[in-house]
């Protein structure tokens, strides 16, 4: 009797124990689930915090790839020279994206190290492709790879002309919108072995860079839309014409895809010369013939030219 209830003593007492011990390791659980969840949290907070600060890095790429080649280009118009584009727009923007990678460090507390790769051509003739590497790190967490960035280049002056007819010997000239040449286009045509180099005496062309709207090209002939394109100083794709870089290296023509523009002649002395395509002015000088059958007689034009402008 008496170790009957002994027996039975003891089963409760064991049971007791083995009820607080569970209970206390499933508290134990639970507390270390709630911290656990809570610094995943902070950690996704964090984590988040630090890609948003890259992406804002990225997107400020594209601006500041813009404002560099903007500055290149300011060279020719300044009455500097060129050696070698793509080089020098590298170095004028690793010399901005130390100034950024300074003012991220005071905002954000982010030590940024960067290194523009490339500076290239696209596919597109309005844009140029800027690769950046970039080394990014913020508490544990890090960042290393190359961020890519497309930046647009209408808008911006022409390189071309002054590359190729630079302003510290000759009088080119730039006023409003357009570029005016005065003597020298015909002057350079001359020493190019063009004979009727003096149908370009007064020539102009568009300043700043504008992409027709007028596409298919072929429409030009309709209406009055070549007068407006040329009123408005439109630029036209084109894979015989020269690439943005290339324009600033003073290639006339390139291996990339391209853009061209119509240069308009004043002087009436001769109705056949080069064509008036800016790669045929400046590279390729294959003969045209003064359009007279629409209002634009001041263009002088290729076959091939005409039929791709709806023009013949
Ligand atoms: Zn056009
Ligand atoms: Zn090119």
Known sequence: MYSKLDNQGNLITGTTVILIVSLVLIVIFIVNSINYMESENID???????????????????????????????????AR?????????????????????????KKYGMDIRSEVVSVESTDSPWKVLFKVRVKADKDLQQFDGILESNSS????????????????????????????????????????????????LLASAPLTIKKCP???????????????CL???YFH??????CYLCRLDGKGVCPH????????????DNNDSVSCSDHVVFHDHYPGKRLLNISVDSLILDDSHAKKYGLI
Do not use: W
Request: charged share 30%.
């Open 257 to 268: 895809y391209g853009m061209e523009v119509f240069i308009q002649t004043y002087h009436f």
């Open 81 to 105: 020279s060129i050696h070698d584009s793509r080089k020098e727009i590298k170095k004028i923007m690793n010399d901005k994206l130390k100034d950024v990678n300074e003012e991220y460090n």
């Open 231 to 233: 009123d408005k100083g």
């Open 44 to 78: 996704s907070i964090e984590n988040d915090n630090f890609k948003y600060i890259i992406e804002d890095y990225k997107k400020n790429l594209e601006q500041i790839g813009r404002q560099s080649i903007a500055e290149e280009t300011e060279k020719l118009y300044h």
């Open 237 to 242: 794709e084109s894979a015989d014409g020269s």
């Open 214 to 228: 007028y596409d298919p090209y072929i429409h030009h002939g309709d209406g009055n839309t070549m007068k407006e």
């Open 153 to 200: 280049i209408e808008g911006l002056k022409d390189p071309l002309p002054y590359a190729k007819i630079p302003k510290i010997n000759h009088n080119i000239q730039h006023q409003g919108d357009r570029i005016y040449y005065f003597e020298t286009l015909s002057q350079y045509l001359r020493k190019n072995g063009i004979d009727s180099y003096n149908s370009y």
